[in-house]
């Protein structure tokens, strides 16, 4: 695949900015930051577009909190013309560069897919591996802490190999390096470049280790075979690869019996475990807020006894299937 050209200019397009302007207003939950930039947005479209044009953009400072849900995290967020800039390099510079070069069961991030195609993919191919094997196993994969732990100087060297065009590296080299180390959840660029970034992985799982039923969804990965000594090989060969992109697997990782229970991008077989694990997150949400001093020792006491029953609920129906 050819090295792709003529990408800044299209960040610098007023209808482009337009788009992405649109595209946050849809998507932002902080509506006061949305309509205080909509007063002026005139001024303030035109502003962006003349500080692309000559290329004298800056990224502005991040604002970082925490969320509980799915699990602990640690956001960025940025004001809305940082915000702006970096809808219009994610989809009119990265995506056309780097999405032609994914597999199709890479599905996060990417337009008609995310989490509704991973599970239909899931799906097929445990219903695919139950027709063909009279038995089956799936090796899951989780990487330990992904975002903060890609190597930013590696991911460099992959978008050279994909981008031609200078202008076009230098502002994605600029959001990169406004991290100290990896990359940023929260921002669009941060999660296309993490779809990108394992995208030699994927292919050497597909075409080296001759794996016909893969799935990856950012860093959570599946891997579909008959064989378990063939996953735990290829368990050994993923943990050399992942060595070189400066990444470790963490304790999540292991081989299951296809025809068992385990959860899937927060889903499994039986729903009641998935529901039981959200309110241990919860439990544990609460109790870092009362840490904290975000919530009094009332208020914490009355959600613990609330969410401590619902386990032993869960508890004794689990007991009993």
Do not use: W
């Not at 075409?207 to 050994?236: A, G, M, N, T, V």
């Not at 990444?247 to 385990?262: A, E, Q, S, V, Y």
């Not at 499994?268 to 975000?294: C, D, F, Q, T, W």
């Amino acid at each position: 695949m050819k090295r792709k050209d003529n990408l800044y200019q299209e960040i610098c397009k007023m209808k482009h900015i337009e788009f992405a302007f649109n595209e946050i207003c849809r998507n932002t939950e902080n509506k006061r930051k949305v309509y205080r930039f909509k007063e002026y947005k005139c001024i303030n479209l035109s502003k962006i577009q003349k500080v692309l044009e000559d290329r004298e953009y800056v990224v502005g400072r991040y604002i970082r909190f925490k969320i509980f849900e799915p699990k602990e995290r640690s956001i960025v967020s940025q004001e809305m013309p940082d915000k702006l800039v970096n809808h219009l390099v994610s989809r009119y510079i990265l995506m056309p560069a780097l999405m032609p070069c994914l597999i199709d069961t890479n599905v996060a991030c990417r337009i008609k897919m995310g989490t509704k195609k991973g599970l239909q993919y899931y799906k097929e191919f445990h219903r695919k591996c139950r027709i063909k094997y009279d038995n089956y196993y799936v090796l899951k994969c989780d990487i330990s802490k992904y975002f903060a732990s890609i190597d930013q100087e590696t991911l460099k060297a992959k978008l050279r190999r994909k981008i031609k065009d200078r202008d076009a590296l230098k502002i994605v080299f600029d959001i990169i390096d406004s991290e100290p180390k990896g990359l940023g959840i929260g921002n669009m660029t941060s999660q296309i470049l993490a779809v990108f970034y394992l995208n030699a992985m994927d292919h050497y799982i597909k075409e080296e280790l001759k794996i016909k039923y893969y799935l990856r969804y950012q860093d959570d990965f599946i891997l579909f075979h008959p064989s378990k000594e063939y996953l735990k090989e290829c368990l050994e060969k993923i943990k050399v690869f992942l060595e070189k992109e400066k990444l470790t697997l963490n304790r999540k990782t292991r081989i299951f019996n296809g025809r068992n229970n385990f959860v899937y991008l927060g889903r499994s077989k039986n729903s009641r475990y998935a529901k039981y694990r959200l309110v241990n997150r919860r439990i544990k949400a609460k109790k870092h807020l009362y840490e904290v001093g975000k919530i009094d020792l009332q208020s914490y006491c009355s959600t613990l006894l609330s969410y401590k029953f619902l386990k032993n609920e869960f508890r004794k129906k689990m007991r009993s299937e």
